[in-house]
């Protein structure tokens, strides 16, 4: 079975500062992974993904994402954070495209003034 | 193009109601999917499809019922409304290809059972 766990529920980061946001995964086959934000009363909105290739992702609003397979990790960072970057973040993996999408308990990311 | 919508965005009821939460996809997906948010708690699968006519259990189908008679539209149904199934409820919709799977998310449903 397949399982996602993402260290803190709840980041602080100020303006401007580095954004590291955790997730550990773990398949018994090749996985497709994806970042999704969630911003107050609102649906998920796809961030970025990793299917196949290049092991660094990059997605929207700057952030970028890297698939370490040897580590089972595909950590979200952002060099800046801007306050409108303040929302839920949730890791996602599936193996069996469509279907067995297993989503992490989510971080709730903080940007202080 | 609308993407995913749901209806009703709010909804209160009852113990041992019963309701149906609407979900609509106009993006000619194939798949869909009924989820739940708890309070801290990533999302939970409910039910998902693959395709009209075609559903099957997620890991949480308890206390649920799904049908998919066309492509667009997933409803969800609560026979018997119990407090445990407060919850903010999302549908999502996708094509799955061997390239991709992105779920695109309709807005959510805020359900309390009282």
């Known amino acids: 079975a397949q399982s996602v766990t993402q260290l803190g529920s709840h980041v602080s980061v100020s303006e401007g500062a580095l954004v590291l946001l955790r997730c550990n995964y773990s398949?018994?086959?090749?996985?497709?992974l994806f970042w999704y934000v969630q911003y107050p009363n609102q649906g998920l909105q796809l961030l970025l993904k990793?299917?196949?290739?290049?092991?660094l992702v990059k997605g929207i609003n700057g952030f970028e994402a890297e698939f370490k397979k040897s580590e089972t990790s595909f950590h979200l960072t952002k060099p800046s954070a801007h306050m409108s970057d303040a929302a839920e973040y949730f890791c996602?993996?599936?193996?069996?495209?469509?279907?067995?999408?297993?989503f992490g308990p989510g971080t709730r990311l903080s940007v202080l003034p | 193009n609308a993407g995913v919508t749901q209806t009703p965005k709010f909804r209160i009821l009852k113990i041992g109601q019963s309701m149906t939460l609407q979900c609509t996809q106009d993006?000619?997906?194939?798949?869909m999917y009924w989820y739940r948010q708890d309070p801290g708690m990533g999302l939970k699968l409910i039910y998902y499809?693959?395709?009209?006519?075609?559903?099957d259990k997620g890991e949480v189908p308890n206390g649920y019922n799904v049908s998919r008679s066309t492509t667009e539209d997933f409803p969800l149904r609560l026979e018997l409304a119990a407090p445990s199934q407060t919850s903010v409820y999302f549908c999502?919709?996708?094509?799955?290809?061997?390239?991709?799977?992105?779920?695109?998310f309709g807005p959510g449903t805020r359900l309390t059972v009282l």
């Open positions: 990793y299917t196949t290739g290049a092991t």
């Open positions: 999502a919709s996708s094509s799955p290809t061997a390239s991709s799977d992105t779920q695109y």
């Open positions: 996602a993996v599936t193996n069996n495209y469509g279907q067995n999408f297993v």
């Open positions: 993006m000619n997906h194939n798949y």
């Open positions: 398949s018994s086959v090749p996985p497709y």
């Open positions: 499809s693959v395709g009209a006519g075609i559903t």
